[in-house]
């Protein structure tokens, strides 16, 4: 199965992303977590990507989709992928019509009041990519898979999560018609627990089947 998460930034998509992963046995693709790897890693589609990246902004389309296009043909893509934070702009989406066939889209809706609490509270591991949120940390600041001292996100601050959400609503919501128009799309409340989102979106893709 070949799956899009779509939502704005911190509706939990790369949370539900490694649950949904795990349970159905198919590869997450996080371009976010690609592009912060191609700038530890220096590469010149990282040097391109850090300053779109560090002012909330999208990286452009071009370097994004030569990305995907790369990844999803790899031999682990094979049983089904789960897009997380790719497409973001209707450019994107037609790119990718063109690269891999879609099944089903997920798009988990969270109010922006809440999201900008979630953001600024977030913390990830820069090993592993697991997300925290200091609210549920208890003081903690080492990641529970690996020890690594957890970190706050350079685009999780303030002033760049209200450029972030921005940026969602005038390039990303469009893409709920889009897929809505192509009958792929399933809305899924993700203000509820996380447990809870993870239990509705595999009651949706299970319909979908
Ligand atoms: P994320 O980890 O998905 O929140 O992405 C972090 C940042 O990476 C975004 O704010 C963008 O600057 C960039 N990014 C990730 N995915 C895309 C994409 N599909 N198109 C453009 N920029 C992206």
Redesign the pocket.
Known sequence: MNIIFLGP?GAG??TQAQIVCHRLGIVQI????M??AAIAAKTETGLK?KT??DA??????D??IDI?RERVTAKDCENGFIL??????VE?ARALDGIAAIDAVINLDVADEALVSRLSGRRVCPVCGAPYHVDRLGGETRCSVDGTPLIQ?D?DKPETVRN?LT?YHQKTAPLIDYYQGKGTLRAIDGSVGPEAVSEAILRALEANR
């Open positions: 930034p998509k790369g996080s371009t976010g977590d592009l912060r990507a779109f990246m909330g902004q999208l990286v452009p389309d370097v994004v995907v997380d934070g790719f497409p973001r702009t994107q996100r685009d972030r940026v």
